[in-house]
């Protein structure tokens, strides 16, 4: 469906930052809501930040202030801003991406990327 590829992923000292993108195989404004997730070893899979074609964005409170979540039209891209990195943060990250249409709703994944905080 719609292939997404990312990148931006790797190790950075706790208080660091870290931009992760994910750039789309279509037109963006055709993607309606675009989201990051991630997953550490041994946990489920959380959401961790999202945006609506309107630019409405919302964030799981242990991210919020810290994180932000954008996307560039021209570039086909989504980001994800993370300053102030912990060590609760690495985990492996996943873009996602939503289309919806009168007749079906389609979520699409990227293949992830790894984001490891140290001390």
């Known amino acids: 469906q719609v292939q997404l590829v990312e990148s931006g992923g790797g190790l950075v000292q706790a208080g660091g930052s870290l931009r992760l993108s994910c750039t789309t195989s279509v037109k963006i404004f055709n993607i309606n809501h675009m989201s990051w997730y991630r997953q550490a070893p041994g946990k489920q899979r959380e959401f961790v930040a999202g945006?609506?074609?309107?630019?409405?964005?919302n964030y799981v409170n242990s991210v919020k202030g810290r994180f932000t979540i954008f996307r560039d039209n021209a570039k086909n891209t989504v980001y994800l801003q993370m300053n102030s990195l912990k060590l609760e943060d690495t985990a492996v990250y996943y873009c996602a991406a939503d289309v919806y249409t009168s007749a079906s709703e389609q979520r699409s994944w990227g293949q992830g990327t790894q984001v490891t905080v140290s001390s």
């Open positions: 945006i609506t074609s309107g630019d409405r964005t």
